[in-house]
């Protein structure tokens, strides 16, 4: 069985990726992990126990983490999840409570005691990850695989121009990563739009059937919903995060990914969390990107229809 630790800065779309990893029956979720990002670690941490709560399924502990980016101010998304992270429904208020040990001293401990064996799904910006790396570098070796809900991939950026959210909210610590010689697979943000989204028949679905976890993994992004109407006109929910744990539970749904060399930008502002990414494709000057050794799997397309449709079961199983 494989075994997961979950770290998260839990807003609406994490909230659907934990609910798909806790339902699941093929994983052990050893830990979650909670992080400053799309809100401040303290609603991130009571977001990630009011999705345990709701889930139905596995009840791990929940370690809280970093509450400050590396080296800059923390910026956050709840101009698109809700000044909660949860679409400011006032869902629940968890009765569940974290555990008193940090997060990245969590992290560490379960990798000594199962190395070779635990896989990191991160699906917010990487600090905690990258201060376990910085405190214990050997230990972190021992990760099987990260995986990573962040970048652009090989599209424009989300946050800005070129950066995607995770990334530009950590940009340091995403390096870090990156620099770290652990197995890393990026699910980048180019592939989390389109039919990967949920499109209103989708939700009416979800609402339907009026399962707890379902009706709630739809409430909670409301205030994404509106972002998007009032963005796009567009009337969908993108979830990135789970398309991220979808990649994770179900490596069927991968239709085409690349050994890739990625490159993290953190000097210059107009380029801040930028992730260049050379895919070995011949370039014109010899000694450019195309000279480094790949540092990531980069995922580039997905089946949409199989993995919405297992998205869906999973919620209504």
């Known amino acids: 069985m494989r075994r997961l630790i979950i770290d998260t800065d839990t807003g609406s779309d994490d909230a659907v990726a934990l609910i798909m990893a806790l339902k699941s029956t093929n994983f052990k979720i050893e830990a979650i992990t909670t992080v400053c990002g799309n809100v401040p670690v303290e609603l991130a941490t009571k977001n990630a126990l009011m999705t345990i709560e709701v889930a139905n399924g596995q009840k791990p502990p929940l370690y809280v983490g970093a ?7 923390l910026v956050t998304a709840v101009n698109v999840h809700g000044e909660d992270g949860m679409g400011d429904c006032n869902l629940i208020n968890p009765t569940l409570l ?16 199962n190395p070779s064996e635990i896989e990191i799904v991160t699906i917010g910006p990487v600090t905690n990850i990258a201060l376990a790396i910085l405190k214990a570098p050997e230990t972190m070796k021992r990760v099987k695989r990260i995986y ?5 991939g090989f599209g424009p950026g989300n946050t800005t121009p070129v950066a995607e959210f995770n990334v530009y909210v950590d940009a340091e610590a995403y390096s870090i ?22 499109n209103r028949e989708d939700m009416e679905f979800l609402i339907e059937c009026q399962k707890e976890e379902a009706v709630f993994a739809v409430q909670c992004n409301r205030s994404l919903l509106e972002y998007n109407l009032q963005a796009s006109g567009g009337h969908f929910v993108d979830l ?6 979808g990649v994770v539970l179900w490596d069927d749904i991968v239709i085409e990914d690349k050994l890739c060399y990625c490159y993290v930008c953190t000097t210059e502002e107009a380029t801040y969390g930028q992730v260049i990414v050379n895919d070995g494709s011949k ?7 195309a000279g480094h050794t790949p540092n990531a799997t980069i995922c580039k397309t997905i089946d949409n229809q199989l993995f919405k449709k297992r998205l869906l079961e999973i919620l209504v199983s």
């Open 67 to 73: 509450g400050k980016p590396l080296m800059r101010d």
């Open 98 to 113: 974290p555990e008193t040990k940090h997060a990245v001293d969590a992290i560490l401990e379960i990798i000594e005691n």
């Open 283 to 289: 370039l014109a000057i010899s000694d450019g990107f």
């Open 148 to 152: 990573s809900m962040g970048t652009a």
């Open 177 to 198: 990563m990156m620099k770290s010689g652990i197995p890393i697979s990026i699910i980048g943000f180019d592939i989390c739009l389109g039919e990967a989204a949920w």
């Open 240 to 245: 990135p995060d789970a398309v991220a744990m």
